[in-house]
């Protein structure tokens, strides 16, 4: 059974850093794409980060040069480090891993989310 869980979120400042951090389980880690997505009410969620299984990186432009993506495959851990954060950064963030089987199959799975709020 796949398991990703997130930790990290909290309430910062503007200009504040968090890092986030999701714990995969029940997988084989290094095959997955894995990602940070984020959810603000009233939004849809949207991509903020994704790594691939070779370690190319894809930013939002929003989060461009202020959000690094990693992972770890020997910890099974995909981290993401947000610096400058901004109030519109605040929203749901939430760990995925994604992976195609071809012929259009591909397994995809969320962990729960965890709040990031970016106030004074």
């Known amino acids: 059974q796949v398991q990703l869980v997130e930790s990290g979120g909290g309430l910062v400042q503007p200009g504040g850093s968090l890092r986030l951090s999701c714990a995969a389980s029940g997988m084989i880690f290094s095959i997955y794409t894995m990602g940070w997505y984020r959810q603000a009410p009233g939004k849809q969620r949207e991509l903020v980060a994704a790594?691939?299984?070779?370690?190319?990186?894809t930013y939002a432009d929003s989060v461009k040069g202020r959000f690094t993506i990693s992972r770890d495959n020997a910890k099974n851990t995909v981290s993401l480090q947000m610096n400058s954060l901004k109030p519109e950064d605040t929203a749901v963030y939430y760990c995925?891993?994604?992976?195609?089987?071809?012929?259009?199959?591909?397994?995809?799975?969320w962990g729960q989310g965890t709040q990031v709020t970016v106030s004074s």
């Open positions: 790594i691939t299984s070779g370690g190319s990186t």
């Open positions: 995925n891993a994604d992976r195609s089987r071809g012929l259009g199959i591909r397994d995809r799975y």
